[in-house]
């Protein structure tokens, strides 16, 4: 069986438990025995191997952002109001935006602005002098593409030399607190969620289009469907079989089959093997990368005309 879609993989995992193909009152549990699986196994870590924690070669993507420039504004505030006025209408959306003034420590969040309007609401109430106040607005916070199992190194801005590291939330916030946002090529950034990243500044006013691209692992939760037309697609076809081998032991515990020692030992070492041989891809990959040639005549690739 060549284990190309989530049919094949029931049926083989069905197979293997004596039970019949169709008809089976485990049909629709097996499905989701092969989806626990595919969750598990996507995110590094599972249950048959829990000693292993492996970033999967198979299972790295890229992406990347644009980010947005400050905007300087002028603004009418009253004390203790979330309601407030630009002294000129803003072609683009505000909302999701940071206020910052000299005048104040507060940062305030937009919580609504129409283009090409001039009034908006703020998050909270503003805590500093009626009046108008110069003010600059920062986005700091983006919304990734798609929900992400974590990045796989730091993000590369297309400006500035160092790479922007991703901290965790009290390392970011104790380094960058909130009430020090300004304008700048962002140094760093924290997950506020698996599909949201703040980032440490609020960009360059004299650069368009600043992006930042990130590699990352894709969130994987189940999906899978008794239909030939699911597969696990992350996942390569000479690995599919650990799918079925991750399922087999939660069906023979459904039904008190004394196989099921002999096929979580099974499952085991499947995983296992997949965890050496991606650990031996890597290492192949980046074998030469960094590597002290004692003799030029040894690098071969350097020897012909560029």
């Known amino acids: 069986m060549p284990f190309l879609n989530t049919r094949q993989l029931k049926e083989h995992v069905l197979a293997r438990a004596s039970e019949p193909l169709s008809g089976s009152q485990f049909n629709d549990i097996v499905v989701e025995y092969l989806n626990r699986a595919y969750t598990s196994l996507a995110s590094g870590a599972n249950e048959y191997t829990p000693e292993y924690v492996d970033d999967w070669w198979w299972l790295k993507s890229n992406n990347a952002i644009t980010l947005d420039k400050p905007v300087n504004a002028t603004a009418t505030l009253t004390n203790g109001s979330t309601s407030g006025t630009f002294a000129a209408s803003i072609a683009t959306s505000m909302a999701g935006r940071r206020l910052v003034t000299s005048e104040h420590d507060d940062l305030i969040t937009i919580l609504t602005h129409t283009a090409g309007t001039n009034s908006f609401t703020t998050a909270i109430a503003w805590g500093g002098k009626t009046g108008t106040h110069p003010v600059t607005l920062y986005k700091v916070s983006y919304t990734l593409a798609a929900p992400i199992h974590g990045f796989l190194g730091p993000l ?72 030939p037309s699911s597969e696990p697609t992350f996942l390569p076809k000479q690995w599919r079989h650990i799918l079925c081998d991750m399922a087999l032991p939660f069906l023979l515990q459904d039904k008190n089959d004394d196989r099921l020692t002999a096929a979580a030992a099974a499952a085991r070492s499947s995983v296992a093997a997949m965890v050496k041989e991606n650990r031996r891809r890597q290492k192949l990959q980046s074998e030469r990368h960094g590597h002290i040639w004692p003799r030029l005549g040894q690098v071969s690739r350097v020897e012909n005309r560029l």
């Open 156 to 227: 590369i801005p297309t400006r500035g030399d160092d790479p922007i590291d991703v901290m965790e939330r009290e390392d970011f916030l104790r380094v960058y607190p909130l009430h020090t946002l300004g304008q700048g090529i962002p140094q760093a950034a924290m997950l506020l969620d698996e599909q949201t990243i703040w980032f440490s500044h609020g960009g360059v006013a004299d650069v368009d289009n600043l992006r930042v691209t990130y590699a990352f692992k894709p969130q994987i939760i189940g999906g899978l469907t008794d239909d």
